[in-house]
Nanobody, 127 residues
């Protein structure tokens, strides 16, 4: 089992940047494909990005492609989401998640395809 803790959220002006971190406990972080999601008030949780176990493969939702970058440092048991050119529509609670079922690379975007979740970190973009 793994515990995930997000950090790095906050209040930022439109056009600004934030870097979210997702720290994982345990020794098996490098065996998980990792994902980032977000949930705005009254909306369903939305897939944003996914990264493979070694970090060589990534996938993004169209809504964030070219603005957000997912990465990971397995030596630090941490995944990241670099967010640039933030817009008011990016305001949401951001979650990282771990997929412990998939041993190969495939893009998984549904919440039920991820086993472990962090508690979330709030990102608010002011216009």
């Amino acid at each position: 089992q793994v515990q995930l803790v997000e950090s790095g959220g906050g209040l930022v002006q439109a056009g600004g940047s934030l870097r979210l971190s997702c720290a994982a406990s345990g020794r098996t972080f490098s065996t998980y494909n990792m994902g980032w999601f977000r949930q705005a008030p009254g909306k369903a949780r939305e897939f944003l990005a996914r990264i493979s176990r070694g970090g060589s493969s990534t996938a993004y939702a169209d809504s964030v492609k070219g603005r957000f970058t997912i990465s990971r440092d397995n030596a630090k048991n941490t995944a990241y989401l670099q967010m640039n050119s933030l817009e008011s529509e990016d305001t949401a609670v951001y979650y990282c998640a771990a997929d412990d079922k998939t041993r190969f690379w495939v893009v998984r975007t549904r919440t039920d395809e991820y086993t472990y979740w962090g508690q979330g970190t709030q990102v608010t973009v002011s216009s």
